[in-house]
């Protein structure tokens, strides 16, 4: 309480004793003739530069304020988390949550990893990522693929993955607990490739689009892919997708890895990370929706943009929104991009919260401008 107060003290000092130079400059400058602006003295100068550091200091070293003071106490900083910010910057949103970042950088350096992927990816999702690196031990299960499978359908093998952090142990048990989520292969193998509705969009239709448009579908890049499913459809066409996936309580990535796929761990706040105008399609499913910031929604178009050719594809796959949002903010703001309406199908959420909540479904195919 004494330190807080003291800074306080050291801080209002400095405020005043800013403001007293600058009045003593004004007026030395108000009488001064002819009016010209005298030159600020360079010790004036040095002078008010010392206290604005020393006002800038005093804010940063300044603690929260605590309306309890038997429970204030200072934070002990992991000495990794120490030596790491002096060899490399952290992201700026780590430092909102010091808690979450101390805990993850506090372990045993040279030795296992803890099991804290849960942990890493609530830092993650809330902006801070890149994560400060670590220097421990990766873990590692006792028997490995001897090969990529030859089928990206075929059953997951549950003694290639460690499941320590999760409820279920095997694969199978989490296609009993929701087929839905995307381990069970065998009712993967059909996604993709039927048409029940207009919201469906099967691979071979938009292969013949591209086709007709003397086009050509060589990369692509899976927003937000779950198990990869739409990566292992396209590699039977000889199309290289690349799947962005979070675990978020399921082992995404690992299975997006055990069917010879490329899972990448990031979250859809971050720039993608692949170069500008290199990619042929991008599709956004499920995971990008409604529950989006608009503004954020906006920069993950806008990116999209970035990364794709001229003439290349955006697929928004059974992006779900109230239906008057979906009118009112959603429509326009894919329409500022100025891309080919090749698809555009609307249909009601039939489900008991699209019903409760007046959501509808919009699947979208649109073509970027081949030349701008």
């Given at each position: ?36 602006p005298a030159p600020v003295p360079d ?25 309890n003071p038997t429970t204030s106490k ?299």
């Amino acid at each position: 309480m004494r330190f807080t107060m003291g800074l306080n003290l050291l801080l209002l000092v400095a405020m005043v004793a800013t403001n007293i130079l600058s009045l003593y400059h004004l007026s030395s400058t108000l009488q001064s003739k002819p009016p010209a602006p005298a030159p600020v003295p360079d010790h004036l100068l040095h002078q008010l530069s010392t206290i604005r550091a020393t006002i800038n200091h005093l804010t940063r070293l300044q603690p929260t304020t605590n309306t309890n003071p038997t429970t204030s106490k200072k934070p002990t900083i992991p000495s990794d988390l120490l030596l790491y910010t002096h060899i490399s910057p952290v992201a700026s949103s780590c430092r909102d949550y010091p808690d979450l970042l101390h805990q993850y950088m506090n372990y045993t350096p040279f030795s296992l990893c803890p099991l804290d992927s849960a942990l890493a990816e609530s830092l993650i999702l809330r902006g801070c990522h890149p994560l400060p690196r670590r220097r421990c031990f990766s873990r590692t299960t006792a028997k490995l693929p001897t090969s990529l499978p030859t089928n990206p359908f075929s059953p997951l093998p549950d003694n290639a993955h460690l499941w320590n952090i999760y409820t279920c142990k095997s694969f199978t048990c989490l296609s009993r607990l929701n087929p839905e989520l995307g381990f069970d292969m065998k009712a993967e193998k059909s996604k993709f490739t039927t048409y029940k509705t207009d919201l469906d969009l099967p691979i071979q239709q938009l292969i013949q689009i591209s086709k007709s448009a003397n086009s050509v579908l060589r990369l692509a890049l899976d927003i937000g892919g779950g198990t990869g499913t739409f990566a292992a459809q396209m590699k039977e066409q000889n199309v290289t997708v690349i799947t962005t996936t979070m675990n978020l309580g399921a082992p995404y990535n690992e299975a997006v890895a055990l069917r010879g796929l490329v899972p990448l761990h990031v979250p859809l706040q971050q720039r993608l990370p692949v170069f500008d105008g290199v990619l042929d399609l991008v599709r956004c499913g499920h995971a990008v929706n409604r529950w989006i910031p608009v503004t954020a929604m906006e920069f993950l178009f806008y990116d999209v943009d970035r990364v794709l050719r001229g003439g290349g594809y955006f697929w928004l796959d059974h992006f779900f929104s109230k239906r008057v949002d979906l009118e009112k903010v959603y429509a326009p703001l894919i329409g500022k991009l100025g891309y080919k309406k090749v698809k555009w199908a609307v249909g009601n959420k039939m489900d008991s919260s699209g019903v409760k909540n007046g959501e509808a479904y919009l699947t979208a195919l649109l073509q970027k401008p081949v030349s701008r």
